[in-house]
T-cell receptor, first 109, second 116 residues
């Protein structure tokens, strides 16, 4: 079967750096997405990786290793507003999105 | 400001009620989706419409009935729901490229549904 694994919950301190990991086993691969979802709000698109390597976008970076079936989202200079759930999703060979259950990130002062 | 809107934002209904959820996208996309989001579970894809044609129905119970009158509007009609149907229902849209699949999906804020 197809599977996406990510930690259920993480806690970090304001101003610090946190890395949220995502491992996947899917039927083929056509890209990996990260979304941010604040409580009671819409998931919003953060990043897309289809080739190996690091994609940097301001305080957020996303890394992909296709051979390892692994990605991470790196958040730097954490702010209280970064408290949210972070969803990892992989597009398989049929271009269907397979979703992880999300990682709830708690930022403490 | 989101390009995908959903109404109502909150809905409480009894098991014998009939209600409808509405979604509208202002992004010019040609594909729309209904998802169910339950606590600590992955998003569950319910229905997909591409070019107004339903292309996917992931074994969703018949008490959920979708309708897509045009590429900008999507409805989910609800009838005789069960308490386990209580969840956040999310609508999304994307641009489907023939032969290449769908581009990034953009979500609405969801409808929080409680079935008593």
């Amino acid at each position: 079967g197809q599977n996406i694994d990510q930690p259920t919950e993480m806690t970090a301190t304001e101003g610090a750096i946190v890395q949220i990991n995502c491992t996947y086993q899917t039927s083929g691969f056509n890209g990996l997405f990260w979304y941010q979802q604040h409580a009671g709000e819409a998931p919003t698109f953060l990043s897309y990786n289809v080739l190996d390597g690091l994609e940097e976008k301001g305080r957020f970076s996303s890394f992909l290793s296709r051979s390892k079936g692994y990605s991470y989202l790196l958040l730097k200079e954490l702010q209280m507003k970064d408290s949210a759930s972070y969803l990892c999703a992989v597009r398989d060979s049929n271009y269907q999105l397979i979703w992880g259950a999300g990682t709830k990130l708690i930022i403490k002062p | 400001e989101t390009g995908v809107t959903q109404t109502p934002r909150h809905l409480v209904m009894g098991m014998t009620n009939k209600k409808s959820l509405k979604c509208e996208q202002h992004l010019g996309h040609n594909a729309m989706y209904w998802y169910k989001q339950s606590a600590k579970k992955p998003l569950e894809l319910m229905f997909v419409y591409n070019f107004k044609e339903q292309t996917e129905n992931n074994s969703v119970p018949s008490r959920f009935s979708p309708e897509c009158p045009n590429s900008s509007h999507l409805f989910l009609h609800l009838h005789t729901l069960q308490p386990e149907d209580s969840a956040l229902y999310l609508c999304a849209s994307s641009q489907e490229i023939p032969g290449q699949g769908a581009d990034t999906q953009y979500f609405g804020p969801g409808t929080r549904l409680t079935v008593l």
